[in-house]
């Protein structure tokens, strides 16, 4: 069949996904549209919108109805037929169910995009859980973002496992594959101290209060903790690590700047846990760092460890979630024997390449032509 008329719907365009844009514009003729006015509670202002880039992009009034943003121009092209799929990530609590549905009065395929291994457990999401489900069911296909996603959805009763594709996630890696480690011979900047870097936000999900209590255990170790990020628990991390010479705080750090970051670090730490709300769906600095040569201590509850770009006693290290003895353990065998850090190191920047936009927009474009096929095309 003729390549189909798609349109891709995000929220807004971030600096991490514009190189997928690009690859599914080169391989399919396809429209982006974005709803967002980033005014939603869960905006990130350090995540700024990148509107450039060589994709092609529709544009439409945005309109807010209870508090949430919608743009009915591209719902009425959907009603329309003038598309043959949809694709879709489950954000926007009045904008997903309102693609989801114009797809379905229309007859246009629909493809949802989803990294979720977890349903939340909050009210809204409980009673939201069986309408998910529903779309589990209901999509054309659905593009996931490893096994584990995978093994989630297919939870769900009655989700056809053929009509489920796999794209693992990818990151610019250019600017981090050309880093160039001091690390590499073991010896920091500042004379020879290890240097532990956490980079993300400060929030629940984060399992900040592990890391630090997995810190506690590694006073004697002369290794510095840097952490650059913030959020709403910066005040707790402020106060928790008042009075420590060995923790740095340094807020946060442009894209641009990150490599530079990574190029003195001796590991990256991710300690995320699974909370009522949330589940770490991947974590793209671990992408970062494996390309800038540095090796990852993550946690099992961080999805690029469940999708197998972490790889225990490879590249880094995997421990349990909520356990700052095993954390502190990881970390200090990185801290002890810097030919470790650097052979796990050398095999992560392997491992990271694996991971690309053209692999990623494969598997979109491959759904999309699934859809396509068995809603009938057009």
């Known amino acids: 069949m003729p390549r189909p008329k798609l349109v891709f719907i995000d929220y807004f365009p971030p600096h991490y996904r514009r190189g997928l844009y690009e690859e599914i514009g080169r391989g399919a003729d396809a429209d982006f549209c974005f709803f967002s006015d980033q005014g939603e509670r869960w905006s990130d202002p350090n995540i700024p919108a990148v509107w450039d880039g060589n994709y092609r992009r529709v544009e439409f009034p945005r309109r807010r109805v209870l508090g949430q943003s919608i743009v009915p121009g591209i719902l009425r092209r959907i009603l329309a037929g003038d598309y043959d799929v949809v694709i879709k990530l489950p954000n926007g609590r009045l904008m997903f169910p309102l693609t989801y549905w114009a797809a379905k009065l229309s007859g246009t395929a629909f493809v949802l995009w989803t990294e979720m291994w977890m349903h939340p457990r909050t009210g809204f999401h409980r009673l939201s859980k069986p309408l998910m489900e529903g779309v589990y069911r209901g999509a054309e296909a659905i593009v996931v973002s490893g096994e ?11 989700v056809d496992p053929e009509k489920i594709f796999v794209a693992r996630l990818a990151v610019d890696a250019e600017p981090f594959e050309a880093v160039e480690r001091a690390e590499d011979s073991g010896a920091a900047e500042d004379g ?97 760092a494996l390309h800038a040569g540095v090796p990852v201590v993550a946690t099992d509850a961080v999805g690029a460890a469940a999708a197998g770009l972490v790889r225990d006693g490879r590249n880094g290290f995997i421990v349990p979630e909520r356990d700052s003895t095993a954390l502190a353990a990881a970390i200090r065998q990185l801290i002890d024997d810097p030919d470790l850090a650097a052979r796990m190191g050398a095999a992560g920047r392997q491992d990271a390449g694996e991971f690309t936009y053209e692999r990623m927009a494969r598997a979109f474009l491959d759904a999309a032509l699934y859809a396509a096929r068995v809603s009938g095309g057009r």
């Open 148 to 158: 584990q996603v995978r093994r989630f959805v297919l939870e769900t009763p009655g």
């Open 192 to 288: 020879g101290a290890a240097e532990i870097l956490y980079v993300g936000q400060f929030e629940e999900r984060k399992g900040l209060p592990y890391l630090l209590d997995a810190f506690d255990q590694l006073r004697n170790t002369g290794a510095r903790l840097r952490m650059i990020g913030g959020g709403v628990q910066s005040d707790w991390v402020r106060s928790r690590a008042a009075g420590r010479d060995d923790i740095e705080l340094v807020g946060y750090r442009s894209q641009a700047e990150l490599p530079a970051e990574f190029a003195r670090a001796r590991c990256l730490v991710l300690p995320s846990i699974t909370t009522r709300e949330d589940r770490e769906p991947w974590g793209l600095v671990v992408n970062e």
